[in-house]
Protein backbone atom coordinates (compact mmCIF):
# COMPACT_ATOMS: atom_id res chain seq x y z
CA UNK A 1 0.00 0.00 0.00
CA UNK A 2 1.28 3.38 -0.81
CA UNK A 3 2.02 5.54 2.31
CA UNK A 4 1.54 9.09 2.70
CA UNK A 5 3.23 10.83 -0.55
CA UNK A 6 4.07 14.78 0.47
CA UNK A 7 5.51 16.68 -2.61
CA UNK A 8 7.74 18.55 -3.17
CA UNK A 9 10.78 16.85 -0.98
CA UNK A 10 12.64 20.27 -1.15
CA UNK A 11 11.40 23.51 -2.05
CA UNK A 12 14.44 26.37 -2.07
CA UNK A 13 12.63 29.91 -2.76
CA UNK A 14 13.01 33.64 -1.75
CA UNK A 15 11.62 35.57 1.15
CA UNK A 16 7.96 36.70 -0.03
CA UNK A 17 7.22 34.15 -2.58
CA UNK A 18 4.51 32.13 -2.43
CA UNK A 19 4.95 28.37 -1.01
CA UNK A 20 2.50 25.31 -1.59
CA UNK A 21 3.58 22.04 0.11
CA UNK A 22 1.22 19.10 -0.59
CA UNK A 23 -0.36 16.04 0.97
CA UNK A 24 -2.16 12.78 -0.20
CA UNK A 25 -3.24 10.85 2.86
CA UNK A 26 -3.29 6.47 3.29
CA UNK A 27 -6.32 5.91 0.91
CA UNK A 28 -9.25 5.34 4.45
CA UNK A 29 -7.91 7.33 6.61
CA UNK A 30 -10.05 9.98 8.04
CA UNK A 31 -7.44 12.47 10.22
CA UNK A 32 -4.53 14.62 8.67
CA UNK A 33 -2.09 16.37 10.53
CA UNK A 34 0.38 19.19 9.25
CA UNK A 35 3.62 19.33 11.41
CA UNK A 36 6.34 21.06 11.45
CA UNK A 37 9.74 19.95 12.44
CA UNK A 38 13.32 22.67 13.47
CA UNK A 39 15.69 21.74 16.17
CA UNK A 40 15.09 24.74 17.64
CA UNK A 41 11.40 23.87 18.40
CA UNK A 42 11.18 20.36 17.14
CA UNK A 43 7.82 18.95 16.55
CA UNK A 44 5.32 21.20 16.54
CA UNK A 45 0.82 20.37 14.96
CA UNK A 46 -0.01 23.27 13.19
CA UNK A 47 -3.53 22.15 11.90
CA UNK A 48 -5.82 18.65 12.25
CA UNK A 49 -8.49 17.91 10.15
CA UNK A 50 -10.75 15.21 10.49
CA UNK A 51 -13.36 13.87 8.02
CA UNK A 52 -11.74 16.74 5.65
CA UNK A 53 -12.80 19.27 8.44
CA UNK A 54 -10.24 21.69 9.97
CA UNK A 55 -11.05 20.82 13.93
CA UNK A 56 -8.27 22.77 15.12
CA UNK A 57 -5.58 25.53 13.63
CA UNK A 58 -4.07 27.03 16.95
CA UNK A 59 -0.45 25.99 16.04
CA UNK A 60 -0.80 28.15 12.48
CA UNK A 61 1.49 30.60 13.54
CA UNK A 62 0.50 33.62 11.76
CA UNK A 63 -2.06 34.39 9.25
CA UNK A 64 0.31 33.77 6.58
CA UNK A 65 0.01 30.14 7.15
CA UNK A 66 -3.24 28.74 4.95
CA UNK A 67 -4.36 24.83 4.79
CA UNK A 68 -6.92 23.19 2.50
CA UNK A 69 -8.19 19.46 2.53
CA UNK A 70 -10.66 19.82 -0.59
CA UNK A 71 -11.49 16.35 -0.40
CA UNK A 72 -10.40 12.94 1.41
CA UNK A 73 -7.26 12.42 -1.08
CA UNK A 74 -5.67 15.55 -1.12
CA UNK A 75 -4.04 18.41 1.66
CA UNK A 76 -2.52 21.83 1.36
CA UNK A 77 -0.45 23.91 3.03
CA UNK A 78 0.33 27.29 1.84
CA UNK A 79 2.62 29.52 3.11
CA UNK A 80 1.78 33.29 1.57
CA UNK A 81 4.66 35.61 1.95
CA UNK A 82 7.09 32.97 2.99
CA UNK A 83 9.97 34.51 5.41
CA UNK A 84 13.05 32.94 6.15
CA UNK A 85 12.03 31.55 10.07
CA UNK A 86 9.36 29.48 7.65
CA UNK A 87 12.30 27.28 7.08
CA UNK A 88 11.88 23.96 8.01
CA UNK A 89 10.75 20.82 7.17
CA UNK A 90 7.19 20.42 6.83
CA UNK A 91 5.34 16.59 7.40
CA UNK A 92 1.92 15.50 7.26
CA UNK A 93 0.42 12.77 8.74
CA UNK A 94 -2.66 10.31 8.40
CA UNK A 95 -4.37 8.38 10.94
CA UNK A 96 -7.12 5.93 10.75
CA UNK A 97 -8.94 7.16 14.04
CA UNK A 98 -9.49 10.23 15.69
CA UNK A 99 -7.95 9.43 18.82
CA UNK A 100 -5.53 6.68 18.17
CA UNK A 101 -2.38 8.52 18.23
CA UNK A 102 -1.22 5.66 15.60
CA UNK A 103 0.48 8.84 12.64
CA UNK A 104 1.53 7.54 9.32
CA UNK A 105 3.76 10.25 7.89
CA UNK A 106 5.42 11.42 4.56
CA UNK A 107 8.41 11.65 4.20
CA UNK A 108 8.47 15.35 4.55
CA UNK A 109 8.79 18.66 2.64
CA UNK A 110 12.26 20.40 3.17
CA UNK A 111 11.70 24.03 3.38
CA UNK A 112 14.36 26.62 2.63
CA UNK A 113 13.50 30.56 2.42
CA UNK A 114 16.40 32.37 1.51
CA UNK B 1 1.31 20.64 32.75
CA UNK B 2 1.46 17.80 29.82
CA UNK B 3 5.11 17.33 29.27
CA UNK B 4 7.04 14.27 28.13
CA UNK B 5 10.81 14.49 28.65
CA UNK B 6 13.54 12.39 27.42
CA UNK B 7 16.48 12.76 29.57
CA UNK B 8 19.19 12.04 27.05
CA UNK B 9 19.16 14.23 23.64
CA UNK B 10 22.25 11.70 22.26
CA UNK B 11 23.60 8.07 22.94
CA UNK B 12 25.90 6.27 21.93
CA UNK B 13 25.96 2.31 21.69
CA UNK B 14 27.71 -0.69 20.27
CA UNK B 15 27.08 -2.44 17.78
CA UNK B 16 25.49 -5.89 19.89
CA UNK B 17 24.82 -4.13 22.87
CA UNK B 18 21.35 -3.64 24.57
CA UNK B 19 19.96 -0.46 24.67
CA UNK B 20 17.55 1.13 26.89
CA UNK B 21 16.12 5.08 26.35
CA UNK B 22 14.41 6.60 28.73
CA UNK B 23 10.75 8.40 28.82
CA UNK B 24 8.74 10.41 31.79
CA UNK B 25 5.36 11.52 31.11
CA UNK B 26 3.25 13.88 32.91
CA UNK B 27 -0.21 13.33 31.93
CA UNK B 28 -3.78 14.06 33.60
CA UNK B 29 -6.05 11.48 31.98
CA UNK B 30 -5.03 7.48 31.29
CA UNK B 31 -1.90 8.04 28.85
CA UNK B 32 -1.49 6.23 25.46
CA UNK B 33 1.97 5.49 25.17
CA UNK B 34 4.23 5.71 22.17
CA UNK B 35 7.55 5.59 20.51
CA UNK B 36 8.08 6.89 17.24
CA UNK B 37 11.33 6.26 14.87
CA UNK B 38 13.03 8.56 12.29
CA UNK B 39 15.75 7.92 10.14
CA UNK B 40 17.82 10.51 8.50
CA UNK B 41 15.99 12.58 5.81
CA UNK B 42 12.48 10.50 6.89
CA UNK B 43 9.48 10.91 8.33
CA UNK B 44 8.45 9.21 11.59
CA UNK B 45 7.70 5.74 12.03
CA UNK B 46 5.61 4.21 14.71
CA UNK B 47 7.11 1.34 16.79
CA UNK B 48 5.18 0.29 19.03
CA UNK B 49 2.16 1.55 21.14
CA UNK B 50 0.90 1.09 24.68
CA UNK B 51 -3.50 1.90 25.30
CA UNK B 52 -3.97 -0.47 28.11
CA UNK B 53 -3.42 -4.28 29.36
CA UNK B 54 0.04 -6.12 29.39
CA UNK B 55 2.26 -3.09 30.47
CA UNK B 56 5.28 -5.14 28.08
CA UNK B 57 4.73 -4.47 24.52
CA UNK B 58 6.54 -5.16 22.13
CA UNK B 59 6.56 -3.33 18.36
CA UNK B 60 8.07 -3.54 14.90
CA UNK B 61 12.83 -4.21 14.56
CA UNK B 62 12.57 -5.78 17.51
CA UNK B 63 11.93 -3.32 20.27
CA UNK B 64 10.18 -3.58 23.32
CA UNK B 65 9.11 -0.59 25.86
CA UNK B 66 7.70 -0.99 29.54
CA UNK B 67 4.90 0.94 31.15
CA UNK B 68 5.31 1.76 34.45
CA UNK B 69 2.83 3.63 36.10
CA UNK B 70 4.08 4.33 39.37
CA UNK B 71 7.14 5.72 37.90
CA UNK B 72 5.39 7.78 35.10
CA UNK B 73 7.90 6.06 32.46
CA UNK B 74 7.60 4.34 29.31
CA UNK B 75 11.20 3.28 28.12
CA UNK B 76 12.20 1.48 24.78
CA UNK B 77 14.45 -1.97 25.29
CA UNK B 78 16.42 -4.18 22.51
CA UNK B 79 18.67 -6.78 23.72
CA UNK B 80 21.23 -5.74 20.53
CA UNK B 81 21.37 -2.87 18.72
CA UNK B 82 22.02 -3.16 14.60
CA UNK B 83 23.67 -0.33 12.56
CA UNK B 84 20.60 0.22 10.88
CA UNK B 85 18.87 1.33 14.53
CA UNK B 86 21.02 4.36 14.21
CA UNK B 87 18.35 7.10 14.49
CA UNK B 88 16.29 9.48 16.14
CA UNK B 89 13.54 8.45 18.41
CA UNK B 90 10.81 9.94 19.55
CA UNK B 91 8.40 9.37 22.87
CA UNK B 92 4.96 10.75 22.57
CA UNK B 93 2.03 10.43 24.84
CA UNK B 94 -1.86 10.77 24.33
CA UNK B 95 -5.32 9.81 25.74
CA UNK B 96 -9.16 8.49 24.30
CA UNK B 97 -10.27 12.40 24.35
CA UNK B 98 -7.43 14.34 22.84
CA UNK B 99 -5.88 13.94 19.26
CA UNK B 100 -3.38 16.11 20.21
CA UNK B 101 0.17 13.68 21.40
CA UNK B 102 2.62 15.63 23.31
CA UNK B 103 6.18 14.71 22.21
CA UNK B 104 9.42 14.45 24.12
CA UNK B 105 12.56 15.76 21.96
CA UNK B 106 13.73 13.41 20.74
CA UNK B 107 16.69 10.73 21.95
CA UNK B 108 19.34 10.36 19.18
CA UNK B 109 21.06 6.87 19.21
CA UNK B 110 24.62 6.72 17.59
CA UNK B 111 26.00 3.22 16.93
CA UNK B 112 29.91 2.29 17.24
CA UNK B 113 30.74 -0.12 15.11
Not at chain 1, 2 to 10: E, F, K
Not at chain 1, 93 to 108: K, M, Q, W
Not at chain 2, 3 to 30: F, K, M, W
Not at chain 2, 56 to 75: C, D, H, P, T, Y
Request: glycine content about 8%.
Amino acid sequence: DAGVIQSPRHEVTEMGQEVTLRCKPISGHNSLFWYRQTMMRGLELLIYFNNNVPIDDSGMPEDRFSAKMPNASFSTLKIQPSEPRDSAVYFCASSPGLYTGELFFGEGSRLTVL
Amino acid sequence: AQSVTQPDIHITVSEGASLELRCNYSYGATPYLFWYVQSPGQGLQLLLKYFSGDTLVQGIKGFEAEFKRSQSSFNLRKPSVHWSDAAEYFCAVGSDSNYQLIWGAGTKLIIKP
